[in-house]
């Protein structure tokens, strides 16, 4: 394929709630069948098993909703990105929307080195926290290392998370006998050194606590000009 006549094209869309169960890799098959659905000239790799040009900034957890998530795609011939976000669209059922589709250089770098931090909105069922849960979070905060332990192919693998929770803020704003505590929660995103909100409330002590987490943006992803 002529290297003129490939485009890359970024995507921003929406995981809503509906599909917040669908894991990273339903996640991809979703896409790969919609765009084949789409009529959308995706180019493919090269070798035994060839395999959609699709790429995403960073994978989002199983049970976690996703207001702007990235990925990019490759094409030939080009495409018009309203028309691709239009066709798109007409594939996905409730849960899955696609907001923004601009070209991006072909050079650029790969999407997922290029996020540093991500930004989740955390909702917790008030009922179930500590009447202790503002001491708590302050105890973490003040903690210099907070180590936890997850599983790797090797096995289980012991990490710091500490330094990979970057701010915890409590919204403002809210009744203090609502039903919801809302946190908003800065994470480190890079490729071994990532934070999770999950992993926050585990080490809380918090894992029975009913939750609702939207990452709301990832930092680091250029945007359209």
């Known amino acids: 394929m002529n290297?003129?006549?490939t485009q890359r094209l970024r995507i921003q869309f929406e995981k809503g709630w509906p599909v917040r169960w669908l894991g990273h890799l339903d996640v991809a098959r979703f896409w790969e069948r919609a765009l084949r659905r789409a009529r959308i000239p995706i180019l493919y790799s090269h070798g035994y098993n060839p395999q959609p040009r699709i790429q995403f900034a960073s994978a989002l957890p199983v049970g976690f909703t996703g207001r702007r998530e990235f990925m990019d795609i490759w094409v030939a011939p080009p495409q018009d990105p309203a028309q691709v976000q239009e066709a798109l669209n007409a594939q996905c059922p409730p849960g899955f929307r696609v907001h923004r589709v601009w070209e991006?250089?072909?050079?650029?770098?790969?999407?997922?080195?290029?996020?540093?931090?991500?930004?989740?909105?955390?909702?917790?069922e008030r009922a179930?926290?500590?009447e202790?849960?503002?001491e708590d979070l302050r105890r973490f905060v003040e903690a210099e290392e907070v180590w936890r332990e997850k599983r790797r192919k090797k096995g289980w693998v012991r990490y710091?998370?500490?330094?990979?929770?970057l701010d915890i803020q409590e919204e403002e704003g809210?009744?203090?006998?609502?039903?919801?505590?809302?946190?908003?929660?800065?994470v480190k995103s890079e490729p071994g050194a990532t934070g999770r909100p999950d992993e926050l409330l585990a080490a809380l002590g918090w894992e029975d606590v009913p939750w609702r987490i939207e990452r709301e943006d990832v930092v680091g992803v250029p945007r359209e000009a």
């Open 174 to 186: 809210e009744e203090e006998d609502g039903e919801w505590v809302t946190l908003r929660v800065r």
């Open 3 to 5: 290297k003129e006549q």
């Open 128 to 130: 179930f926290l500590p």
């Open 104 to 124: 991006v250089d072909l050079k650029e770098p790969a999407l997922q080195a290029q996020v540093r931090e991500a930004l989740y909105r955390v909702q917790l």
């Open 132 to 134: 202790t849960w503002r």
């Open 160 to 165: 710091n998370l500490r330094p990979l929770i």
